[in-house]
């Protein structure tokens, strides 16, 4: 496996699991509010408090999804190869 190989799994790991949290989101938030999250959050008239909320929910359950994927990625690229990809090698 080479840099080539890492950049499709580690993207590709990040996209699904970005798909997947936006979609886990927009459930858990119809369930929640009884309506649907804001498609254009920074609509001025969208209420303010449920575009932060929105913002906030989102940003952090599509990053840690994100986050866990590629480290889930990466793990399996190390047992595959041996070695972290470079992109993850940490500088001395």
Excluded: C
């Amino acid at each position: 496996m080479g840099a080539l190989a890492w950049k499709v799994l580690g993207t590709g790991s990040a996209v699904l699991a970005a798909s997947l949290a936006q979609k886990g989101l927009e459930a858990t938030w119809r369930m929640a509010t009884g309506t649907p999250p804001p498609t254009i959050p920074e609509d001025p008239d969208t209420d303010w408090g449920e575009a932060v909320a929105w913002a906030v929910a989102s940003g952090v359950v599509i990053g840690v999804a994100r986050l866990l994927a590629t480290r889930r990625a990466a793990n399996y690229y190390r047992r595959s190869t041996g070695a972290l990809p470079k992109a993850l090698v940490r500088r001395a």
